[in-house]
């Protein structure tokens, strides 16, 4: 792809502190993660008939197209015969905790499955082949047998339950965001100072990072073919519409459209945009200004929801660690706007003759969902334990990817003033 061009970086297609066990249904609920993807008729599918949808009755962006498993992965080679412990945490209504091929794995052996639903438990066990159930990913923390917690959660609990997981000497992979809402700033320093003080591995499982175009501009980036990157602009669009999209909720226990993200922040979920310039980079967001319109729908009428939020739209301009810019865009009410896409730009044209191919996969292991990035993120995180590397979106990058969008809608609610976003790194 030239320079010129407007780099699409998705097929347009594809696309607190409360305890959970003072009441067992509560926010943190380790099953409720109703998030942008889902699971098919069997683990790692999501065909058209059986994709998880809204609402409305339209497929979740992400899921339209699904990459399934090959039986002979040209070119992928094994780096161990070593099989990493897991546990999972997490089936809900999008069976999020099954769609990551950990079950097909060569290097992984599902030991335990949990959530706070024991049907959704019993399937999730089923589906990955856990021979250990437990009642709360608490529980199953403390099991010493487990390396390494698949966190597919609701968005409340990610940060506690990582890191309470690291604080028992495992490895953590988190679903999106890594840290949420209101806790945020206190989250991400206790979930930084942590992964320091264990020495274990963390990952945010963003999905964006491996859609293949945005991989490929990210390896040309990385062998120094664009120079610096001038301009980049990301958006995640999902028209939640009238009825709302559902999530856990702690007053009923169940995931109906009352539940966590009724009137959720646009930018306390920035990831699938923000990875546009993070992911590729590796570098740094240092300051925001955003702006939001009124919401058009009445969740998004700050009296009718949790968060006091009133925005449908938020768009946030950053300025990067390396000089650049960046327009970052998550919207839930604009019509005809859909999927996970971006846009870079760099001192250099883009070099044709730089392989941006993705790396080969195990045979079993398919790309999934959100335009193939499922099965890569989990290879990642598992090789990033087997051979001691940082893995893919490491604390730093997950942190950076997630309180810049906590601080733009801050910045948004004081009219667009400019605000500086805290800065980790290792």
Avoid at 328 to 344: I, L, P
Avoid at 389 to 397: A, E, H, L, M
Wanted: aromatic share 10%; net charge neutral; hydrophobic share 35%.
């Amino acid at each position: 792809m030239s320079n010129e061009e407007q780099h699409n970086i998705i097929d347009p297609s594809a696309s607190s502190q409360l305890s959970r066990r003072g009441f067992i249904q509560g926010l943190t609920g380790a099953g409720s993660f109703l998030g942008m993807a889902g699971l098919g008729a069997f683990a790692g599918t999501a065909k058209a008939d059986n994709a998880p949808r809204d609402a409305q009755g339209n497929i979740i962006p992400g899921f339209e197209k699904d990459q399934q498993a090959t039986t002979a992965a040209q070119g992928w080679q094994p780096v161990s015969e070593r099989k990493i412990k897991v546990g999972i945490a997490g089936f809900g209504l999008c069976q999020f905790g099954a769609a990551f091929y950990y079950q097909n794995h060569p290097n992984v052996e599902v030991v335990a499955a949990t959530d706070l639903d024991p049907n959704r438990c019993a399937q999730l066990a089923q589906r990955v082949g856990a021979k250990k159930t437990y009642p709360s990913c608490e529980e199953m923390i403390k099991d010493k047998e487990i390396e390494a917690i698949y966190i597919a959660t609701d968005a409340p609990s990610h940060a506690r339950l990582a890191i309470m997981a690291l604080n028992h000497g495992k490895h953590v992979c988190s679903a999106v965001p890594a840290v949420f809402g209101f806790e945020a700033e206190g989250e991400a320093e206790d979930l930084f100072n942590a992964v320091k003080k264990s020495g274990m591995k963390y990952m945010m499982n963003e999905t964006s990072t491996f859609h293949a175009d945005l991989y490929a501009k990210r390896m040309q980036y990385q062998a120094g073919a664009l120079g610096k990157v001038i301009y980049s602009e990301g958006e995640y669009y999902h028209d939640f519409g009238s009825n709302g999209l559902a999530g856990y909720n702690p007053k009923t226990g169940k995931v109906d459209k009352m539940g966590w993200r009724r009137g959720l922040v646009p930018m306390w979920y920035p990831t699938h945009s923000a990875a546009y310039y993070v992911s590729i980079t590796g570098g740094r967001f240092t300051e925001v200004s955003g702006l939001g319109t009124a919401g058009r729908y009445a969740e998004f009428q700050a009296e009718n929801n949790a968060y006091k939020n009133p925005f449908g739209t938020e768009v946030a301009m950053y300025k990067t660690s390396e000089g650049g810019i960046s327009r970052m865009a998550v919207s839930w009410d604009m019509k005809n706007a859909h999927g996970e896409k971006g846009r870079v730009y760099g001192e250099k044209p883009h070099n044709p003759s730089i392989s941006g191919a993705r790396p080969a996969l195990p045979p079993g292991v398919g790309g999934g969902g959100h335009g193939g990035s499922h099965g890569q993120l989990t290879n990642n995180f598992i090789e990033s334990i087997l051979l001691d590397k940082k893995p893919i979106v490491d604390v730093c990058d997950a942190l950076n990817i997630t309180l810049s969008g906590v601080i733009a809608h801050k910045s948004a609610l004081k009219d667009g003033e400019w605000m500086k976003i805290p800065q980790y790194t290792i």
